[in-house]
């Protein structure tokens, strides 16, 4: 038997650190080639790390959130042979000093734990709120009947911890029903049941006794990059934000009827590639704000093509998906390359180069997407367009009150390059082409 250490590959593109965001394998696991053993964040997108050799895990060389060097030991392999490394070299290094049951009570209670240098932030983003209960997050953590050894870790798959990790529950206290005490999503309900079952009875007084819990989650991964850039964009950005409604009765009654005619040929359209077309003939008059500011050197460059930077919600956050050259593309065109960016991004499968490159963004919640918004601007860019909710109102027509759909459109611009005027008329332009949605196909 030899030993085979992995060393932190070189991502490229002259990046010097990566950050660690997940493993994907615990100490004793036996793995096998091209086996993804752990994801690592670039500036940009999460990279996975396969294995190239078969094994069993000895030691891990990092902690979730750590920085780790390219070049720098990631992961220590037991493989048939000799291995990479020579029992002299591997003794001497410093990952030979932890044991590995050590390593692997280390590596559960960074995941169970979230004990990590990262910075303290808010315990979950609003979607995630909705799915957790209250007493899960607020309440103090009760430990079952029988609970582990002190330092014993909890058998459990990455799902399960992230999974727990979103409802603010320690691994620790939870009870496995698994092979070899496990911890499965059902021991997951079990213990959240369990945790609600004194208010949920209707005890007298239990829904309004103080809580005193606290749980702190660590900003790492995609959450940290999503961080960083939003404070470097409003500190370096003075953003203004102008918001508009626009009356979509008519292009809403468009895309049904294109839907109704050429669904099942060509796919559903949502409103997200009509307002694409829109924003694309409204910048063929205002090219400085399909632009990107290099504030350092003073140079805004202004772009032909429009690359439309779409927001998308995944699990881990919100990340910018990149329609590259949406004027090039008719509507379902630019709906099918939407949907597979975003199916891409939800998969954590997006490429760096469908994350970079926006020269304008497009934002929207949908339904949940609110009266109004004020939008941050995807810095280096100068403006972003965020679509609110569509509702039904009544409205002065023509003399007559008339229920109508509208929706507002809240935007941001960067104030340095681009002035309110110009703005006001670019969205006001974008309004137009919606309320008369046959001028969106004249050339």
């Keep these: 038997m030899g030993i085979h250490i992995i060393k932190m590959p070189d991502i490229g593109e002259g990046i010097a650190e990566v950050e660690l965001v997940a493993w994907h394998v615990q100490v004793g696991d036996t793995i096998k080639e091209d086996q993804n053993l752990a994801d690592v964040m670039t500036d940009k997108a999460a990279v996975e790390i396969p294995s190239p050799v078969a094994g069993k895990v000895l030691a891990l060389g990092g902690k979730l959130g750590e920085m780790m060097a390219v070049g720098s030991e990631l992961i220590r392999i037991e493989v048939e042979g000799e291995g990479n490394i020579s029992a002299e070299a591997a003794a001497a290094s410093p990952a030979a000093a932890v044991a590995p049951e050590k390593a692997a009570a280390s590596a559960a209670a960074v995941e169970t734990k979230a004990a990590t240098p990262a910075p303290v932030a808010a315990p979950t983003t609003p979607t995630q709120t909705t799915k957790t209960a209250p007493a899960s997050t607020t309440s103090t953590v009760r430990a079952p009947a029988a609970p582990r050894s002190f330092g014993e870790a909890p058998l459990a798959s990455p799902a399960v911890r992230r999974r727990a990790w979103d409802l603010g529950i320690e691994l ?24 609600q079952g004194p208010a949920s ?4 007084g239990a829904q309004y006794a103080p809580r005193t819990g606290a749980q702190a989650v660590p900003v790492i991964g995609l959450r940290r990059k999503i961080a960083e850039k939003m404070q470097e964009s409003k500190r370096r950005i003075p953003h203004f934000t102008y918001v508009e409604e626009v009356d979509v009765t008519e292009v809403e009654a468009l895309r049904v009827k294109l839907n109704t005619q050429y669904g099942k040929e060509r796919g559903k359209l949502t409103m997200i590639p009509l307002i694409a077309r829109a924003m694309v003939v409204a910048l063929r008059d205002f090219p400085q704000i399909n632009a990107r500011f290099d504030d350092d050197a003073g140079v805004v460059t202004r772009y032909d093509g429009v690359h439309l930077g779409i927001a998308a919600q995944t699990d881990n956050g919100l990340v910018v998906a990149v329609l590259r050259h949406a004027e090039s593309r008719d509507l379902w065109g630019n709906a099918a390359e ?8 939800r998969a954590g499968k997006a490429t760096r180069d469908e994350l970079s490159g926006s020269t ?19 810095y280096p860019e100068v403006g972003i367009v965020a679509v609110n909710r569509m509702v039904e109102k009544p409205v002065v027509l023509n003399g007559q009150i008339v229920v109508r759909k509208t929706m507002n459109l809240s935007s941001s611009f960067d104030h340095r390059v681009v002035d309110g005027m110009d703005a006001a008329r670019f969205i006001q332009a974008v309004r137009s082409l919606l309320e008369t949605p046959a001028t969106l196909f004249i050339d």
């Design 172 to 195: 620790q206290f939870v009870n496995g029903s698994g092979p070899q005490g496990r911890i499965l999503h059902e021991d997951l309900d079990t213990y959240i049941q369990g945790q």
């Design 201 to 204: 009875a209707g005890a007298s």
């Design 338 to 345: 939407v949907s597979r960016l975003a199916d891409a991004a």
């Design 360 to 378: 304008i963004t497009l934002s929207s919640l949908g339904p949940l997407g609110g009266i109004v918004s004020t939008p941050v601007i995807n």
